[in-house]
């Protein structure tokens, strides 16, 4: 059972370089988002979805766009990398009905060199 | 807007109980959920409350009261490897908003 897949796990970038992190979960959840969290700071919401071809701000969406043309995926694009995008993603799916839980994937270690 | 408060670290020794509080102002509330992370590794589901109560799994324990705007998880028999950070969440239709997490250390 895969759940949710994030890729790549570490990720090193030039400041003014564009990225997509990508995420597929393969629970056939409709709800997915993507978080970062910094050292010491819990998890803020970048962009949600709650569904295909649904997409919404959340807390930090600056400097990141999101796509959700399939219900797998949900990739995070950095338009143009900056040392404070350096951070931990994490993105995490859930289902619309049957309670709350939400799954995670491993996160990518992102730093804006 | 919403904000959830929790607080930043917690010490207590191996055996003992220890409770998390995590208070919040949403607009919009589906239910509080609590989430086990550690050493940076992805966020793992605890437990989850919509009604007013209280919650067991095993050792864990959520509780919830609507009308305070309040919940803690309670964690019992605390083990070394309880050791983590925790925290606490409010649904709001498709997205989960986070508190700031506490930080457990569990001593021998």
């Known amino acids: 059972n895969a759940g949710v897949t994030q890729t790549p796990k570490f990720q090193v970038l030039k400041t003014g370089q564009s990225m997509t992190l990508q995420c597929a979960q393969d629970?056939?959840?409709?709800?997915m988002s993507w978080y970062r969290q910094d050292p010491g700071m819990g998890l803020r919401l970048i962009h949600y979805?709650?569904?295909?071809?649904?997409?919404d701000q959340g807390e930090v969406p600056n400097g990141y766009n999101v796509s959700r043309s399939t219900t797998e995926d949900f990739p995070l694009r950095l338009l143009s990398a900056a040392p404070s995008q350096t951070s931990v993603y994490f993105c995490?799916?859930?289902?619309?009905?049957?309670?709350?839980?939400?799954?995670f994937g491993q996160g990518t270690r992102l730093t804006v060199v | 807007g919403q904000s959830l408060e929790q607080p930043s670290e917690v010490t207590a020794v191996e055996g003992a109980i220890v409770q998390i509080n995590c208070t919040y102002q949403?607009?919009?509330?589906?239910?509080l959920s609590w989430y086990q992370q550690h050493d940076g590794g992805a966020p793992t589901f605890l437990s989850y409350n919509a009604l007013d109560g209280l919650e067991e799994t095993g050792r864990f324990s959520s509780f919830l009261s609507r009308s305070d705007s309040y919940g803690y998880l309670l964690l019992q028999e605390l083990q070394m490897k309880d050791s983590a950070s925790y925290f606490c969440?409010?649904?709001?239709?498709?997205?989960?908003?986070f508190g700031q997490g506490t930080e457990l250390s569990v001593k021998p």
């Open positions: 979805s709650v569904g295909a071809g649904i997409t």
């Open positions: 949403t607009s919009g509330f589906y239910g």
């Open positions: 629970m056939n959840h409709e709800y």
């Open positions: 969440a409010v649904k709001q239709g498709g997205k989960l908003i």
């Open positions: 995490a799916s859930s289902s619309r009905t049957g309670g709350t839980e939400a799954f």
